[in-house]
């Protein structure tokens, strides 16, 4: 895909969503992070019905470590592999406690030092808490990037340092958000919505899904009786 073409897609994508977000609902840096935690092989939804259980309760590192693993079991109890979430979640806060007076730090090397946090989650808290233009890379935007063929790769590293390189500064910050509801709502893993699709044009998928009243394709080599 060509720069041109490339700039075309951020440019429909952004007219349609001038100021992208993450559906995880937060108040502060600390809440998205637990939230992001939370959200790993789990949808933003049940990560949102959870957290607003709890952060009434316990919303900054102090509380979640009063709580302990064994209080704050009931409030994320619904969420997939909530146990090492848990136990992550308490970790982390207590190091934030010792180490970071209690913030959510702003550079990565620190993140990434902390417990249940990796180079995704710590590019969203970049992302979105800080404002940095980081691209973290879930299934969504892997499958929309090669799928679409803006950034192949085979990982989502390889994605990541593809899009780092080709997407223009001005789309950089807010390419992440665009993308993830982009594969979340339109580019879907088992049928994309190629007929409603903003830039289905520019897309190099060849294998595009027809709108539902259109007629299906005759079969190669069918001859007609008569």
């Known amino acids: 895909m060509n720069a041109a073409r490339r700039r075309a897609i951020f440019e429909r994508l952004r007219a349609a969503n001038p100021s992208p977000t993450t559906e995880l609902e937060y108040r502060t840096p600390f809440e998205l992070l637990v939230a992001v935690i939370l959200s790993a092989q789990a949808t933003d939804r049940s990560v949102n ?51 970071h007076g209690g913030h959510v730090p ?12 990796g180079r ?23 499958r929309v990037a090669n799928r679409t063929g803006l950034a192949p790769g085979r990982n989502v590293r390889a994605v990541e340092d593809r899009l780092l390189k080709v997407v ?3 789309f950089r910050r807010d390419a ?8 979340r709502y339109v580019c879907k893993a088992r049928r994309p919505e190629c007929p409603t699709c903003p830039i289905a044009d ?24 008569s």
Not at 176 to 183: E, P, S
Request: aromatic share 6%.
């Open 49 to 99: 019905q959870a957290t607003a259980r709890l952060f009434p309760v316990a919303r900054t590192p102090s509380a979640i470590v009063g709580l302990g693993e064994e209080g704050l079991a009931p409030y994320v109890r619904s969420i997939g592999l909530w146990a090492t979430k848990a136990s992550n979640i308490v970790a982390m806060s207590r190091m934030l406690l010792e180490r």
């Open 106 to 117: 702003c550079r990565r090397e620190d993140l990434e030092a902390l417990p249940g946090v």
């Open 120 to 142: 995704k989650t710590a590019n969203v808290v970049l992302n979105t808490a800080f404002g940095e233009p980081t691209i973290a890379v879930d299934t969504h935007i892997f």
């Open 168 to 170: 223009d500064p001005e």
């Open 176 to 183: 992440h958000h665009w993308l993830i509801l982009h594969g």
């Open 202 to 225: 520019l897309c190099e998928y060849r294998h595009k899904t027809p709108a539902p009243d259109a007629p299906a394709p005759a079969a190669a080599g069918r001859r007609r009786r």
